[in-house]
């Protein structure tokens, strides 16, 4: 190569220039003014081109200021310089991460600043490293540094994974992508938006952050935060986390959320909440809400269940419960409570070792206590001392069109209910059997029905006045505070 000669006083940094297409570009060499130098030394996996050169106007990204061209300082490299850096270069262990690999770009201008080397990449800018692969409109190369700024229509791909974005900074060093300008990700499986994001290649985590919005074939969610683990595919949001299933309509709010990916697991905390809103089959709306201390949620080909834990409560229209472990499984249409469950329906409240709510055709048809079974009800609004009794091993109550219709209690029933002889009281009856059902018009006891070994007492108003209490069967218990749904958390609204 023809090299030309300038004294470059006064100047403090070196310019290098490479451009694919300058032959054909159509201007005239002397309006150039070139003054180059150029030198080949090769290292595994690159190869630095040294040539400067003047340039008629600055890119219209950042780039250090005061770096004009040095030709003298081109022109003293000596060839003990250059034998130097070849030996350094060559010294590197052949195991050493590859640096960041330029692959193409319409034009290329290099220049050294401070000692530090730099590239201005314009057009078509294509860029590599290991299976990383960087596109842009333009970038300022780092060469000291591996490093590259990237701007317009920025691509990172790694495997499977793609995240698009207008700005980003690249590190060949920790193999790190980081954007504070709205990105978005794909990654076959789903995609992902968010504010500012960034992408560690070597660990294959990716971090997200303002206004969070994930989806895939069955679910979105939307939070704060999100880190994604594409190994071993987890997801960890925090922050106003929402997550909804596009199967069952069941969205489930919280602070914190993980997703264990492939074990069909997840888990929600921080006042964590499920909501799903059903329109029965007679047109009316039923919003099922259930909250704990914790939510989570096991997926299958066959089901989906979802675990509350600790202080457990569950309102759907006129039913409220409360318990310290519920599971809901949404295919079956079928809630479970165990430790310490309650439930109230309308002026009912069931107690026992475990309670099943059925739900059919999106209402409540009938609610099953196994173990210690108690129902109570108040017998008069105006004798809020007296309730109504059922206790026995199991108790069943149905209900049609969303009222009480029947309650069946099996094994060692006993029933304890109270007399009115024209809205004034009357004492009250006792009767066991093997079964006792209570039958209800319009949520209020009609009649009583005992089957098999029939035993009773009746207690005339002058026993009970007053001592009501002495007269409540072994085991009874009313719980006065029963879960609304004004006392969930509003997240949901």
């Known amino acids: 190569m023809k090299e030309k000669s300038g004294t470059g006083k006064g100047r403090k940094g070196d310019m290098v220039k490479g451009r694919a297409g300058d032959r054909e570009n159509g201007r005239p060499a002397d309006t150039e003014k070139l003054i180059t130098l150029s030198a080949m030394i090769s290292w595994p996996g690159r190869v630095i081109s040294v040539v400067s ?6 890119l219209s990204y950042p780039r250090p200021v005061n770096s004009p061209l040095s030709v003298s300082a081109a022109l003293l490299l000596s060839f003990g310089t250059f034998l130097l850096i070849a030996v350094l270069l060559i010294s590197v262990p052949a195991n050493a991460q590859q640096p960041v690999r330029l692959i193409h770009a319409d034009s290329l201008v290099g220049y050294t600043l401070n000692g530090d080397a730099y590239r201005e990449l314009v057009g078509h800018v294509q860029l590599e490293q290991d ?8 970038a300022l190369q780092d060469l000291t540094r591996d490093s590259v700024s990237l701007y317009g229509n920025v691509h990172v791909n790694d495997d499977t994974l793609t995240l698009i974005t207008q700005r980003a900074h690249y590190s060949g060093n920790t193999k790190t992508v980081t954007s504070h300008t709205p990105v978005y990700l794909n990654d076959r499986r789903r995609t992902l938006t968010a504010n500012s994001g960034s992408y560690d290649a070597e660990s294959k985590v990716a971090k997200f952050y303002g206004d969070v919005f994930v989806r895939d074939s069955s679910s979105w969610l939307k939070s704060d935060t999100l880190y994604y683990y594409r190994i071993p595919d987890s997801t960890v949001a925090n922050g106003n986390v929402r997550i909804k299933s596009l ?3 069941v969205t489930i709010y919280g602070a914190h959320f993980r997703d264990y990916g492939k074990k069909n697991y997840s888990r929600m905390t921080g006042r964590p909440l499920l909501v799903q809103v059903d329109t029965a089959s007679d047109g ?5 809400m259930i909250t704990g201390k914790t939510m989570e949620a096991y997926r299958d080909s066959a089901n989906e269940r979802f675990v509350a834990e600790d202080s457990v409560k569950i309102v759907r229209g006129s039913l409220s419960a409360r318990c310290g472990y519920g599971i809901y499984l949404s295919s079956d249409s079928l809630v479970i409570l165990q430790k310490t469950p309650v439930v ?5 409240q069931l107690s026992g070792d475990s309670i099943a709510v059925y739900i059919k055709n999106k209402n409540i048809s009938s609610v099953f206590v196994s173990g210690a079974a108690f129902a109570v009800s108040q017998s008069d609004s ?3 001392d007296r309730f109504n009794q059922l206790k026995g091993k199991q108790l069943t109550m149905y209900l049609h069109d969303r009222k009480v219709s029947r309650i069946i209690v099996e094994s060692n ?3 304890l209910y109270y007399l009115y002889d024209k809205n004034k009281p009357n004492g009250a009856n006792k009767v066991s059997g093997d079964r006792v059902v209570m039958y209800f018009t319009d949520g209020k006891i009609d009649k009583i029905s005992v089957i098999n070994g029939v035993e009773g007492d009746y207690y005339p108003e002058n026993m009970v006045k007053d001592k009501s209490d002495s007269y409540n069967l072994a085991g009874f218990r009313y719980y006065r505070i029963r879960p609304l749904k004004k006392t969930m958390p509003d997240v949901w609204k």
């Open 344 to 348: 109230w329906y309308e002026d009912n």
């Open 247 to 249: 199967d069952n309509n």
């Open 284 to 288: 009316k709306i039923d919003t099922l």
């Open 382 to 384: 105006l004798h809020t």
């Open 53 to 58: 050169r003047k340039l008629r106007a600055p």
């Open 413 to 415: 029933a006993t029933s």
């Open 131 to 138: 299976s990383t692969t960087l596109s842009c409109d333009r």
